[in-house]
Structure formats: structure tokens, C-alpha cells
């Protein structure tokens, strides 16, 4: 089963008024952002997610980040496709692409990073973005009439602020690539929830690292910063529709990044709380009740 995690309009954007099932999903950190909307096509069952809710009235840092991967999760997702919009750190990275990004930095700290607050679980993250899903979005480029970055470092920040200019700076030299605010915990949260999650991260402008033209008006600069997310965003729903039709083809196989806690949890058995296993089953059963 296939997550899709973006803006309010990716569902449509991909699959129109294809109808389906919207349900609202209960978890021990809450509600998610919104209603999980439940589609079948091309013999493929997805799950839609609107990161920011219904008319985008989440910032980042308000994102309710693990409540939404518990959700999907224990709807059945087994893979995750996300998108997010994203400033260039690099002249060659220009707005209205898009970045397949494979590395991240999180330069995040109001977020809660992990679900287990009350085990001991390290899961790895030297490959924080699943490479078999980063290959199947690779593959579906040649479909696509944008251009495309294979690979890429996301530097995720806190926000909601936009960054100064020396953080800008800082983030270049970092080695950064695209700059951002929603990728963190999100791909973690993913991983402890073994599931594969790969991301495509939309190019806006070029932050502002690299000053703006001094004629132009803030109006204008914002109304060319919209219309290049709009024309990103189409980009990206093609990408992933292609991308899909190529899963819905060829399912995925096995992947690490689906046993991800098989070496992960350090806590003694006997000394771990039943009842927060309980409360985690949808990510616990298959190590701890198997």
C-alpha cells in the first residue's frame, strides 16, 4: 500500500474527483493533519495525506508529524511517497525543478523525532531516504517534461521564519542543496515505522543566498515564487503518477528499511512496558509479538 504525503491539491492534482474513501484515523499522538483519503488505481491502493490539513493551515513545526506516519501506518502503508516545496542552495538547482533527494541535515529542535519515548530504539539512518523507491522515481524521470535532479542533500529547517541570509550561506556551505522545512522527522518517523519513504523536494526560487533582482517588487518577487510552486507541483504529480504506474507494474520487493527495528531496539525485553507495546502495536507486532 502506497502513502502519498504533500499539499492540500496532490490527490486531485494526481487522480482528479477518482472518488474514494476518506477516513479519519485515531492514534496515541492524536489525530493526523487531516483526513486519510483512500484510493485504488491501476490495481495499486493508496493513502493521501495533506501535511499542512485541509487549506493548509498547519506551519511546519505545527504539523502533527507522528501522528500522521502511526496513521498511514496502521491503515496498512507499507511505502511512502512525499513532496515538499524546497529554496535552491545551488545556481544549478533552478526553480521549478525537481531534487530526488538522498541525503538529509535536520537543523530542527522543536520537533519530537522518534515514537518511542519510553524504549531505547536506535534504527539506522545512514540512507535516510529508501534507495529501491529513490530508483523507481529515477526510472519514471524520462516520462516527465521537467528537469529532474538524481540526487541531492535537504537541509531541513525549523521555521516558519525563512532563513537570513547568513543562514543561507551556512546551509550552502553545510552542503546543502535545497533548503526546507518538512522533510524532518517525517523520513525518521518512517523508518522507525519500517516503512520505505522517499521524497521529491520541489525548487521555488533560490533562497536568498543569491539576492533578488533590486527592480522587482515584493508583490511580483511572491507572485513568481507561487507560480513557480504551482509549475513544480504539476512537475512532481507527473513524476509520481509515473512513478506509480511503474510500481503498479512491478510491486516493490523486500527492503531493509522495512525490518529497520531488527537491530534497533536496545531495551531489554522483560524491562520494556507492556502497555506502551500495546499502544504501539501497528509498529511493534512484528519484532516483539512475532
Known sequence: MI?????TGLGQALFGEAGGEERWVDTPFGRPSGPVRLVQWRGLRLAILARHGEGHVLNPSQVPYRANIFA???LGVTHVLATGAVGSLREEIHPRDLVIVDQVIDRTYRRVP?????????????QPYCRQLR???KSAVAEVDARVHPNGTYVCMEGPAFSTVAESISHRTLGGDVVGMTTMPEAKLAREAEMCYAQVALATDHDCWKPHDPGISRQALMAEIIGNLKQASANAAALLKAALGRLAEAPPGECDCQRALDLAIWSDRAAINRAAVERLSPLLDRCLHA
Open 3 to 7: 502513502g502519498l504525503i504533500g499539499g
Open 72 to 74: 498511514l501506518k496502521k
Open 114 to 126: 522518534t515514537f518511542y519515548d519510553e524504549l531505547a530504539v536506535h534504527v539506522e539512518f545512514a
Open 135 to 137: 530508483d523507481v522515481l
